[in-house]
C-alpha cells in the first residue's frame, strides 16, 4: 500500500517534469523559429523565395538534408574559400546557377545560422 502510494506520487512528479519540460522545448523552438525568420528576412530574401513558396530550392535543400552543417556554415560565411579550394558541392552549385557571380559571405554566428536553418527546415 505505501509503496503504491510512494510510486504514484514519483509518477506524479515525472509527469510534471515532463509537462514543464515539453513546455520549455516549445518556447525555444518557438523563439528559434521567430529569431530565423528576423534573420532570414533581413539577410536572405532579397535573392532567396520565402519559406513555403513553390519550388524554393533553398527551403528544398534544406528541408530535404542536402547539405551538412560545415558545408552550409561555410556557404553561407565564406563561400569564396570554399571556390578557391575547389569544394566540389560549392562548384557544382555555381555551375547549376549559370556561374552567378555572387558570393555568400555574411557575417553571421552560429547561432544565427542554426536559427536561420531552424526556421528554413520547418
Ligand atoms: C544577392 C543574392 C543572394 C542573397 C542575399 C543570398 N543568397 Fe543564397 N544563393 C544565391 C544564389 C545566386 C545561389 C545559387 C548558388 C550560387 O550561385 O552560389 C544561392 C544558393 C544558396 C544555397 C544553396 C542552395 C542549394 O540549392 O543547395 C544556400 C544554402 C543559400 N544560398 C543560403 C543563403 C542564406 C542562408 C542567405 C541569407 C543569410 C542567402 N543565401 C542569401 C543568392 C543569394
Not at 41 to 53: D, F, M, T, V, W
Request: charged share 35%; proline share 1%.
Amino acid at each position: 500500500m505505501f509503496l503504491s502510494i510512494l510510486i504514484s506520487c514519483k509518477r506524479k512528479e515525472k509527469d510534471g517534469n515532463d509537462f514543464y519540460q515539453k513546455k520549455a522545448k516549445e518556447t525555444n523552438e518557438k523563439v528559434l523559429d521567430a529569431i530565423g525568420k528576423i534573420y532570414f528576412e533581413k539577410n536572405c530574401l532579397k535573392c532567396h523565395a520565402n519559406r513555403g513558396a513553390k519550388d524554393n530550392y533553398l527551403e528544398n535543400a534544406i528541408k530535404n538534408d542536402r547539405h551538412e552543417y560545415q558545408f552550409l556554415k561555410n556557404f553561407i560565411t565564406k563561400q569564396d574559400s570554399l571556390l578557391k579550394s575547389k569544394n566540389k558541392k560549392a562548384l557544382a552549385l555555381k555551375d547549376w546557377s549559370n556561374n552567378n557571380p555572387y558570393l555568400h559571405d555574411f557575417n553571421l554566428n552560429e547561432n544565427e545560422i542554426k536559427a536561420i536553418l531552424y526556421y528554413l527546415k520547418k
